[in-house]
Each structure stands twice: as C-alpha cells, then as structure tokens.
C-alpha cells in the first residue's frame, strides 16, 4: 500500500484525513469504518475517502434579480458554498489526476454528526438521548451538497448516481465517509 499525503486546511473547521491506497482485493461499495481515516483506491472503478468538518446541507435555492436586472439562482444556504468546495478539493486530492468515472455509479454516503451536549448528563450519555440524529439538517439536502461538489471531479454529472445510501449516525468527529463505485453490466437487475 501507497501513503498519500495529508491534506488540511489551517484556520478552518473543515479537516481532510490521512489517505492510504486501497488493496484490490477490498470489498468493492464498503464505506470506510466510522473511527477510521479515509482509504482511497483510485483506477479500479471504486473512490472511497472520509472529509472532516460539520457537513452543510444544500438543495433549497434562492432567486432574485439584481439591481442591475440580471437574473441570479443561489443556494438558500450561503455555509454550503465552503463545504463543497472543501469536499471538492478532498474529491480532487484522491482522484490525484485520474479520468473521472463514467456510466452508472452507486453512492454511498455516511453523515456523523456530533451529539448535542443535551445528550449528555453528569454520568455520560443520557438513556433519553436519542441513536440517531432524527433532526434537520435532512439526509437527502445533506447528499445532495456532496453530489453537487463531486460533480465535474469524480464524475462528470450528478445524474450518473443510479444507487444512493445515505445515512446520518451520531460519533466523533463530524465528518463524510463517502464511497463511489462504478455498476457493472453484471451488477444491473
């Protein structure tokens, strides 16, 4: 196995993991496991990686017309724009100049979100608290701002996601595990 190098930003709430290349014979869809840094395999049809930081949710947009009297569309969420640029970069940093995937592609996605300090009491975690965070932001808004910041660096078009998992856990640190694969002919029903 190859080790990547680490990619961060200072000074930001939005951290990318160490990388190490994937053996070939790894499970092909396997999201990477929640305590563990991001693993790539990058030219075997399968990208897997982990993006640290509190994901931001997108979908929702904003229009309006200028003072100019030009015409705008934008996302309602102005936190999404830094954390689809930080999922591009990361996205970018692990294709490491590899041709993006083409065809039908499955997606799968796993939000951890950090637990509210009401979960938590004097002895720990509180028996009321929930195990899932069955609150806003939704799972399909948070997805669709991965879709979007991936389009154009691993695939060329978010409508090439044919599958999609997306699933929100509570666990330390906030991140995104992410895991793209391309569907074979043979996988198709």
Known sequence: MTLLRRHSRR???FTSGLTRAWPREHPPIRPTALDSPGWALV???VISFTVYGEAEPAGSKTAGVTNYGRRFVRDANPASYEWKRLVSQVAGAQMNGAEQLEGPLSLVLTF???RPKR???KRGLLPSAP???TVKPDALKLARAVEDALSGV???DDAQVVEQ???KVYGEPARVEIAVREI???DAA
């Open 119 to 121: 979960h938590f009491g």
């Open 184 to 186: 074979e002919a043979e």
């Open 154 to 156: 691993v695939y060329r």
């Open 165 to 167: 998992v997306a699933r």
């Open 43 to 45: 030219g075997d049809s």
């Open 131 to 133: 195990a899932y965070p």
């Open 112 to 114: 951890v979100r950090t």
């Open 11 to 13: 000074g930001s709430k």
